[in-house]
Nanobody, 125 residues
């Protein structure tokens, strides 16, 4: 049974940093593309970043590029999202998703097969 569990969210001030983690179990982690998405109240779930299973390619949404960094540790079955220079508009529930190998579109939430319950990130101004 595949399980994804996010952690590391919290309440911070604008300009602060947070590091989110997503621990995976029940899958061959190294063969999965891992994505971070977020959903703010009243909005659709949006793509943040992805770590493609084959390595070497880490796309980012334009509104987080240069501030967020995704990384993964295949030995620990964990994907991370380092978030710097946080802004109030980054406030959302952050979810990690997993899909085997390379999805047709890593930026679409419906391309992912498994999801964690999410972790809340709140950035105050």
């Amino acid at each position: 049974q595949v399980q994804l569990v996010e952690s590391g969210g919290g309440l911070v001030q604008a300009g602060d940093s947070l590091r989110l983690s997503c621990a995976a179990s029940g899958l061959t982690f190294s063969r999965y593309t891992m994505g971070w998405f977020r959903q703010a109240p009243g909005k659709e779930r949006e793509f943040v970043s992805a770590s493609i299973w084959s390595g070497g390619f880490t796309p980012y949404a334009d509104n987080v590029k240069g501030r967020f960094t995704i990384s993964r540790d295949n030995a620990e079955n964990t994907v991370y999202l380092q978030m710097n220079s946080l802004k109030p508009e980054d406030t959302a529930i952050y979810y990690c998703g997993a899909v085997k190998l390379s999805p047709r579109s890593w930026s679409r939430s419906d391309a992912y097969d498994y999801w964690g319950p999410g972790t809340q990130v709140t950035v105050s101004s």
